[in-house]
């Protein structure tokens, strides 16, 4: 199959309809003068652009002048049409099928402004026979109405294939899919040709020529092997076009149908995105200078897309791609399609590179970029389309469109693990290393695509990946676990008897702990949701959470994070009950090392003078000790900021502590300047009280959403609480955050049950 093969079929019909129009022109219209009867034959849309699959329809318009007396044009229009139906034209593989029309050019005005199917057909009109000027004429009204009208046209065009792809569905994505209506399909390349014709906004439809190339072969050799004009692709002639198309199998044929309309559907979001904030109206208008916000170090925002800055210095900045990545799905913006392409370009030529392993901040990104949930779509989607997500993940090319032919899935491999991760995104509540179950749910099944079993493969494969990522050995050993056995818990709960101990047994030979436990239920979940409802039902979640309930029984050990320790010389000096500061580099992070006087709201107005310097806490360790509290802070640096130092920190605190400088204030003009960006859904924060869990204290712990200000604004609602903070525990995993409290009241001991629960719903009101 070629294009060179359509076109010699599309020439093979222009030249037989040329015969045709010539001798209908001669019997019917015998005797009437060709300058006072104006009349010609076109071709329109698909035939319009000179390639015909065997199975397609003739496409025509027959345009007239209005000269001639209505049966006169009858008879012209039978002569040319009821060969073609008869089959009595010289070429026997001509198209039967014919669609047609008869019009003038006023008719043919009024048909385009009322009927946009019209309209887009008469963009790739081209003469085949008769009055050429005719022709030019419908030509030139009907691009000038098309680009006059681009705004009505194109909102009309946009319902047009939502409503399409309502009913079609993802081209990418289905089993038996309509190659032709489906979205990420020909009629979308159609419709891109369409706006780009309109003049609305320059579209690179060059980036599409292999999809639609690789598309039409496909169509074309269904038409063959199934001997009917038929566009869906079904399983019984799968082997057949692969087969015909010199593909080693249907599933390498599927994964190009695949990757073809992927690469389609990426182009078309871009154009409707660019549209949408080009101008006011969402269409012509440039806007002369387009207004930033820088959101990052080399990163903005303008046009509602996530840019890297021009002159941002990659060479000296490898995790560039990700900081943009995470970001822009953490605003739920896209990632414009010239960032992308530029940071492809700086990977090629080795300046993009990131290091092995990677850096602290390069892993977080990551975390950050998959626990944005559905938003992290579109982001990750751009930059697999750009080649980048192989370049820092290799083994992802392996399951790159990867078909599953099998009705339990409904997705590609690749895309199946990425919706896994948006449905775990909404399960990081659940567990205590949101980070781990993010990495697990991503790439769970990337051990598919070989003839090893594809969870052993898997967990194979996730050990150099997370060690390239930078994660502990220990979490390594974790996340292959997790790979290993995301199927562990489904199939138990499904297949054994809950109420046999060796049930349960042989899962508390598998996993290790509690954590890991949440982990691989959270995993299960995601996997099961992601999968569908063939795979997933309320009846298996039930009885896997049964199994998890028996399973954590028969387990011992705990979640929560243990007080902290403090070393023999911290002891010393806080027992002096004086204001200490010191402040230490570590790669791109910085320690800080605080002991202070303690008083009630102490943690809130540490927390508020480091978000205040532009520091972004990573992690804390807190904890009283005689008069004083002894603090450990982990911090990134904005870029923007001032590098911190002992002696301004020192002096900050010292002016909080006195009262000086109305620091809530300040943090919430902070709040406020965020809030301006844009935001995506985030799951509600999870506020849990444990009572037995300490001998002197009460345990409050805090899951939620990393934002401006978070640690203040618990610390502030602990105090209005007249609650005491002994200890805390704050750890950041990509954009989640768990805070620990050991809390007392003021005067020592813990809370009571009752008071402990209005605690927690101040701080949940505090978090909403």
């Known amino acids: ?29 015998s005797g009437h003068s060709r300058d006072v009867v104006g009349i010609s034959l076109a071709a329109v849309g698909g035939f319009g652009r000179g390639e015909l699959c065997p199975g397609s329809d ?78 030019a004429a419908v ?28 009913r079609a569905g993802e081209l990418a994505f289905l089993l038996e899919p309509d190659i032709k209506e489906a979205r990420g399909g020909l009629r979308d390349i159609t419709a891109l040709r369409a706006i780009a014709a309109s003049g609305a906004i320059d579209i690179p439809l060059d980036r599409i020529s292999t999809a639609e190339s690789r598309l039409t072969d496909i169509r074309e050799a269904l038409h063959k092997v199934s001997g009917r004009s038929r566009d869906r692709l079904l399983f019984q002639e799968q082997d057949k076009i692969a087969q015909l198309l010199h593909y080693r199998d249907a599933d390498e044929l599927m994964g190009i149908v695949a990757q073809s309309a992927r690469d389609v559907d990426y182009l078309m979001q871009s154009t409707w995105h660019r549209l949408d904030h080009k101008g006011k109206d969402g269409l012509g208008r440039i806007l002369r200078k387009p207004r930033t916000t820088s959101v990052g170090h080399g990163i903005s925002v303008a046009h509602q897309e996530l840019v890297i800055d021009i002159d941002a210095p990659s060479a000296q900045d490898p995790v560039l791609g990700l900081r943009a990545a995470s970001r822009a799905a953490q605003l739920g913006l896209p990632l414009s399609l010239d960032s992308a392409v530029a940071l492809a370009k700086s990977i090629q030529d080795g300046t993009g590179t990131l ?53 339990l899935h409904r997705h590609t491999v690749d895309r199946h693990m990425v919706e896994t991760a948006v449905h775990a995104a909404t399960l990081t509540r659940m567990v205590h290393r949101p980070d781990l179950l993010l990495v697990a749910a991503l790439f769970h099944d990337i051990g598919k695509g070989g003839r090893e079993d594809h969870s052993d493969r898997g967990s194979s494969l996730i050990k150099p990946m997370a060690q390239r990522m930078g994660f502990s050995d220990l979490d390594v050993i974790t996340l292959q676990l997790l790979v290993r056995h995301h199927l562990l818990l489904a199939a138990t709960a499904t ?36 999968t569908g409802s063939a795979a997933w039902s309320d009846w298996k979640a039930t009885l896997v959470s049964d199994l998890v309930r028996r399973v954590r029984a028969a387990m011992s050990g705990s979640t929560i994070a243990p007080q902290p320790e403090i070393t023999s010389e911290q002891r010393s000096f806080a027992e002096i009950g004086a204001l200490r500061v010191d402040v230490a580099t570590h790669e791109d992070e910085y320690e800080i090392n605080i002991i202070a006087p303690d008083r ?21 360790r807190t904890k009283s000790h005689g008069p004083s509290a002894v603090m450990k802070w982990i911090v990134a640096l904005d870029p923007h900021a001032p590098v911190p130092t002992a002696e301004k920190i020192h002096r900050d605190i010292d002016e909080a502590l006195k009262g000086e400088g109305d620091l809530a ?32 204290s009460t345990v409050i712990e805090v899951r939620s959403h990393d934002q401006p200000g978070l640690l203040f604004r618990i610390g502030e609602a602990v105090t209005r609480c007249r609650v005491d903070i002994r200890s805390a525990i704050v750890t950041t995993w990509g954009a989640e955050a768990i805070d620990t409290l050991y809390v007392t009241e003021i005067a020592g001991g813990q809370l009571t049950e009752e008071r402990a629960q209005d605690v927690a719903k101040k701080l949940r009101e505090a978090l909403s």
Do not use: C
């Open 1 to 29: 199959m070629s294009t060179r093969e359509r076109r010699a079929r599309s020439n093979e019909s222009d030249r037989e309809l040329a015969v045709l129009f010539q001798a209908a022109h001669e019997t019917a219209l």
């Open 495 to 530: 297949r054994r008897d809950l109420n046999d101990p060796a049930t349960i047994s042989t899962v508390l030979d598998v996993v290790p702990d509690l954590q890991t436990l949440e982990l691989l239920h959270a995993l299960s979940i995601a996997d099961g949701e992601a």
């Open 600 to 620: 009630p709201g102490l943690l809130s107005i540490i927390a508020g003078v480091l978000n205040l310097a532009r520091l972004d806490v990573k992690s804390a």
């Open 355 to 407: 290091p092995f392993p990677w850096p602290q901040e390069a892993r977080e990104d990551l975390v950050s970029l998959i626990g944005a949930g559905s938003a992290m779509v579109r982001v990750w989607e751009a930059l697999d389309q750009e080649g980048i997500i192989t370049s820092w993940i290799p083994e992802w090319s392996a399951v790159r469109s990867l078909p599953q032919r099998n009705f």
């Open 58 to 135: 003739l496409d025509i318009l027959i345009l007239h002048n209005g000269n001639l007396p209505d049966e006169k044009l009858l008879e012209f229009v039978n002569a040319v049409l009821y060969p073609i139906w008869d089959g009595t034209t010289a070429n026997a593989d001509m198209p039967r099928s014919v669609d047609h029309s008869v019009r003038t050019r006023a008719q043919t005005r009024e048909a385009a402004f009322s009927d946009l199917k019209v309209a887009m057909g008469l963009l790739d009109i081209r003469l085949l026979a008769g009055d050429a000027d005719l022709v």
């Open 139 to 166: 030509q030139h009204d009907a691009i000038d109405t098309w680009r006059k009208d681009s705004k009505r046209r194109l909102l009309e065009l946009r319902k047009m294939l939502a409503d399409r792809h309502a």
């Open 665 to 696: 204030r300040r943090i919430q003009e902070r709040v406020n300047s965020y809030s301006q960006l844009p935001s995506i859904p985030v799951p509600a924060p999870v506020v849990e009280t444990f009572a037995g869990a300490s001998t002197d």
